[in-house]
């Protein structure tokens, strides 16, 4: 397998940039990021401009919106599929828990109404949510909802056509059995790759989780996935999903909450079957790893950690090098990611190049913040 180099590169802003926030979310369409919600104060939402920043020009703007615009929120999701977005959910300022479902052309500046109530996941927030091209499918998974946390995984068919007599549903996924370690939680990641949904690490409201699994979309059925740590064989001893350390260095993820995780294929790696020169990796960035004792009006300790879950090997691993061009997003938590390609503006541009965008969260000293970052991955030549 060629190791893999990773590039930090800090995005300067032009004018117009909109103000520091957390528990946001944000989604690429081209060569243009889209950022929707979140808070500069703890628990009080920011405002429902859709803000849009060209990742060529680096130039940020308001997006005209019509039609069913959604109220301001916190701890929301958005995914894009096409040139659509997809907002799930989230809290407003009278603590509702939010079962909105949205879709917002990126063309037209329409907001449009999809689902609400019964017809609708129940309201959470903090939970998370994943595009799923290939199957044009979206899913959320997990999340705080009025009277606790979830665990549930539900799927949309975003590709249904609205002409039809019923129009897209919602529909419940499978849950983990009784006897499953993937119990309720909030800030968990979520990822699709190898034909599978993956549910990463999150906060079970007592502490931080460190557990991985896996929800098999052929045969609908979970399995938590037992992943050795970069240079282990097999899982190892013990609980394998525990952080670690050697030397000082901690070779695969502590357990954490509120970071990033996208799925990335990098071409150029060794391929996981005959038929590829492709491989996916499962990003892992940042987060919480310690929770305040003020809860969400505090900022707990959180990590700068970068991580690579190899999906075809089931390995951790750690880029082969790591470059900061211009400085590095640092620690921090309750922030969006959202995946890049080669063809995206803000992508280095020559084939074999993928990577993620980070935009704003909050720092361990409480500070809402307001950079842009890319992750650039490549294989090594």
């Known amino acids: 397998m060629a190791p893999i180099e990773a590039t930090w590169r800090e995005i300067t802003q032009r004018e117009g940039e909109p103000k520091a926030r957390s528990s946001h979310a944000i989604a690429v369409v081209g060569d243009k990021m889209f950022v929707f919600g979140g808070e500069f104060e703890p628990r009080v939402p920011i405002g429902n401009d859709m803000h849009v920043m060209d990742l060529t020009s680096r130039q940020w703007s308001i997006a ?154 052929g045969r609908e059925t979970w399995e938590e996935v037992l992943l050795p740590a970069a240079g282990e064989e097999g899982a190892g001893k013990g609980d394998a999903n525990k952080g670690d350390e050697e030397g000082g260095d901690v070779v695969k993820p502590i357990p954490r909450s509120v970071f990033g995780a996208v799925t990335v294929v990098l071409p150029g790696t060794e391929p996981a079957s005959k038929e590829s020169s492709y491989k996916e990796y499962i990003v892992v960035y940042g987060g919480e790893v310690d929770p305040s004792d003020q809860g969400h009006l505090g900022a707990g300790k959180f990590s700068s950690d970068l991580f690579l879950l190899d999906v075809a090997e089931r390995k951790w691993l750690r880029p082969a090098s790591l470059v900061s061009s211009g400085g590095d997003p640092g620690a921090r938590g309750w922030f969006p990611v959202a995946p890049l390609s080669a063809a995206d503006g803000a992508a280095e541009g020559s084939q074999g190049f993928a990577g993620m965008v980070v935009y704003g969260g909050n720092s361990e000293s409480n500070d809402r913040l307001d950079d842009v970052y890319v992750l650039n991955l490549k294989a090594a030549a």
């Not at 916190?74 to 989230?90: D, E, P, Q």
């Not at 990126?106 to 309201?123: A, I, N, Q, Y």
């Open 64 to 217: 005209a919106a019509s039609g069913d615009v959604p109220s301001p929120r916190v701890g929301i999701t958005m995914v894009a599929l096409g040139s659509t977005i997809y907002v799930f959910g989230g809290r407003d300022a009278d603590k509702n828990e939010l079962s909105d479902f949205y879709s917002f052309d990126t063309v037209t500046g329409e907001w449009r109404l999809l689902t609400t109530g019964e017809k609708s996941p129940p309201g959470r927030s903090y939970h998370t949510m994943a595009a799923d091209p290939q199957r044009s499918q979206i899913y959320i998974f997990g999340g705080c909802g009025t009277e606790g946390r979830f665990n549930d995984l539900w799927a949309y068919p975003a590709a249904a056509s609205t002409g039809e007599a019923s129009p897209p549903a919602w529909r419940q996924l499978p849950s983990p059995p009784p006897s499953s370690a993937c119990v309720p939680r909030g800030g968990p990641g979520l990822a699709v790759a190898g034909d599978a949904v993956w549910v990463l690490f999150g906060f079970s409201g007592e502490h931080e989780l460190g557990d991985v699994h896996r929800f098999d979309l």
